[in-house]
């Protein structure tokens, strides 16, 4: 049997469950403010540092998977003077005795204990995945890592060494992702031909962030960009028995069925944020399509989902925080960089006043109002969402259009001088980011 530390674990390292920006961000953030604290991150993967944003643009930057990394994890072991368990697993979280049980992905039978001071879940999050679909990523694919995005650039290189015809993609998804990756395959038409194909349920590209105008803007400037959009379909089903063609059925709004056909298939259809470690510890997580919970109102509107966290980044259990894609703070689960930038910096300032004075009191998080850039080359994006007080009919949309593109920003109807949120779209609109962002009220 396994022995177990102590309760009181003074000595114990602080611990990072997850190697990506959001557990390379805040060791980084730490070991700037406590030079000798014992930091120990713990990966399932090789735990090479790179930034995932780099992923749905890499083909337009003509950049091979293997480059994308920045630093393996003897680099980032050296430079942050950390402890890196790459290719570990963690099985359990004992929450009473804070430790942890983990061990080697491809030996499940050399298990250690691990005890824990503080413990940072920075799991991440998953692709959702489609019903009755299998991802293989052979064919299928889901891209939210660096190794499903190495298979998938190998396959896409692979149809075009093997064929003169067009390799043909299909997107599932017209959301940020499904639209990055879009663009950036159609970049390479003139190079290695492709056929894009994007399809979705909605109306527009972006449907969930975008008004209207901004997404016939986006729909236009990709289709012109060689993009093919199927909107307002559902997928049947997706058929792979044919080992040279996979065939994609849809089906409009009236019920009738198309089949067509494709070699490769991009599932981006969101993020399912990674809570089963967190869940299997008791700790409180919220789940989409689940009731809604309590949100701080000044926040923007988000899928409810993630590991709870408050204001501290602390979960509902003492001494564990969450960070990243798989935290939920405040009512709110925003993927992006910027939240996990500020959350790192916040988190580090706690846990390092604790490392000295365990009776220190946490720093909270702050939220300036952060637009999101989206890497659409063909019509360049940034986005600052409303609040979430704020519901649709409430917002009045005021159009300026700009040389390339539009500023629209959003007003209350009964304040038209309080700016709440914009939307970017082209170049020269772009340049009004900073301006704009400074008008809007801090979100926490």
């Known amino acids: 049997m396994l022995s177990s530390a102590p309760t009181d674990t003074p000595d114990a390292p602080v611990i990072i469950i997850g190697a990506g920006m959001a557990g390379y961000s805040l060791a980084r953030e730490l070991r700037k403010l406590s030079p000798d604290l014992a930091i120990t991150l713990?990966?399932?993967?090789?735990?090479?540092?790179?930034?995932?944003?780099?992923?749905?643009?890499?083909?337009?930057?003509?950049?091979?998977?293997?480059?994308?990394?920045?630093?393996?994890?003897?680099?980032?072991?050296?430079?942050?003077?950390?402890?890196?368990?790459?290719?570990?697993?963690?099985?359990?979280?004992?929450?009473?005795?804070?430790?942890?049980?983990?061990?080697?992905?491809?030996?499940?039978?050399?298990?250690?204990?691990?005890?824990?001071?503080?413990?940072?879940?920075?799991?991440?999050?998953?692709?959702?995945?489609?019903?009755?679909?299998?991802?293989?990523?052979?064919?299928?694919?889901?891209?939210?890592?660096l190794d499903e995005y190495k298979k998938f650039q190998q396959k896409i290189q692979q149809c075009q060494a093997t064929s003169d015809a067009p390799t043909r993609v299909a997107i599932i998804g017209a959301g940020l992702i499904g639209c990055e990756f879009a663009n950036d395959l159609v970049s390479q038409t003139s190079q290695h031909a492709m056929a894009i194909s994007v399809f979705d349920?909605?109306?527009?590209?972006?449907?969930?962030?975008?008004?209207?105008?901004?997404?016939?803007?986006?729909?236009?400037?990709?289709?012109?960009?060689?993009?093919?959009?199927?909107?307002?379909?559902?997928?049947?089903?997706?058929?792979?028995?044919?080992?040279?063609?996979?065939?994609?059925?849809?089906?409009?709004?009236?019920?009738?069925?198309?089949?067509?056909?494709?070699?490769?298939?991009?599932?981006?259809i969101g993020l399912v944020a990674n809570t089963a470690l967190a869940e299997q510890a008791g700790l409180a997580v919220a789940h989409l399509n689940a009731e809604q919970i309590a949100q701080v109102t000044h926040l923007p509107r988000t899928a409810q989902q993630g590991i709870l966290v408050n204001q501290f980044l602390q979960t509902s259990v003492p001494d564990i925080y969450a960070i990243g894609d798989s935290a939920n703070v405040m009512g709110s689960f925003m993927p992006y960089v910027m939240p996990l930038m500020n959350q790192a910096r916040a988190l580090a300032k706690t846990l390092s006043d604790q490392a000295n004075d365990a009776t220190a009191a946490p720093t909270a998080v702050s939220y300036p109002a952060m637009p999101v850039a989206i890497k659409t080359p063909s019509l360049p994006l940034v986005v600052l969402p409303v609040a979430a007080q704020y519901a649709d009919s409430d917002i009045n949309w005021q159009i300026t259009p700009t040389e390339d593109g539009m500023v629209l920003a959003a007003f209350a109807h009964d304040n038209t001088d309080k700016l709440l949120g914009f939307v970017l779209a082209g170049k020269e609109a772009g340049k009004q980011r900073m301006t704009l962002s400074k008008q809007v009220d801090a979100w926490l």
């Not at 849809?250 to 069925?257: P, S």
């Open 42 to 145: 713990i990966s399932q993967d090789a735990a090479d540092s790179y930034a995932k944003p780099t992923l749905s643009n890499a083909f337009a930057q003509n950049k091979a998977a293997d480059s994308i990394a920045n630093a393996s994890a003897e680099q980032m072991a050296e430079t942050l003077k950390l402890t890196v368990m790459n290719f570990y697993h963690v099985s359990q979280i004992d929450t009473a005795n804070k430790t942890l049980t983990v061990h080697p992905v491809l030996a499940s039978d050399k298990q250690q204990v691990l005890p824990y001071s503080r413990l940072v879940l920075a799991t991440g999050a998953n692709p959702r995945m489609l019903p009755n679909v299998s991802v293989d990523n052979a064919r299928i694919f889901a891209v939210n890592h």
């Open 201 to 268: 349920n909605a109306d527009l590209p972006l449907s969930s962030q975008l008004p209207p105008q901004a997404g016939e803007a986006l729909l236009t400037a990709l289709t012109t960009a060689g993009v093919n959009f199927q909107l307002g379909v559902t997928i049947d089903s997706i058929d792979s028995s044919n080992p040279d063609t996979l065939t994609v059925t849809v089906k409009d709004r009236n019920g009738q069925l198309q089949a067509h056909e494709f070699d490769v298939i991009l599932v981006a």
